[in-house]
Nanobody, 122 residues
Framework: QVQLVESGGGLVQPGGSLRLSCIASGSIFSIYAMGWYRQAPGKQRELVAAITGGGRTNYTDSMKGRVTISRDNAKNTVYLQMSSLKPEDTAVYYC????????????????WGKGTLVTVSS
């Protein structure tokens, strides 16, 4: 079983930047595709970004150009760098590990972190 622990959330002003981290333990990190999801108050959960084991990336249109997903397989860590943050980016951000992502859904056996709260407010 894979355990995922997110960190880096907090309060940030509009226009600010934040980097989230997700550390995986309990399995071989490099074989998984990784995704960052978020769920804002009153909204459905959405896939923000995903990255394959080989480094191919995809982004949601709502944050494209303001977010970068990356991974360091040697450190079993995936990152989400966010910038130009808006109040509507306020959400709980979740790390996910899966075999792949089909559309915005994890494929096959997958794992979730508990999430980290990002609040964008002045």
């Amino acid at each position: 079983q894979v355990q995922l622990v997110e960190s880096g959330g907090g309060l940030v002003q509009p226009g600010g930047s934040l980097r989230l981290s997700c550390i995986a333990s309990g399995s071989i990190f490099s074989i998984y595709a990784m995704g960052w999801y978020r769920q804002a108050p009153g909204k459905q959960r959405e896939l923000v970004a995903a990255i394959t084991g080989g480094g191919r990336t995809n982004y949601t249109d709502s944050m494209k150009g303001r977010v970068t997903i990356s991974r360091d397989n040697a450190k079993n860590t995936v990152y989400l760098q966010m910038s130009s943050l808006k109040p509507e980016d306020t959400a709980v951000y979740y790390c996910n590990a899966a075999r792949a992502y089909i559309g915005d859904a994890p494929y096959g056996k997958n794992y979730w972190g508990k999430g980290t709260l990002v609040t964008v407010s002045s």
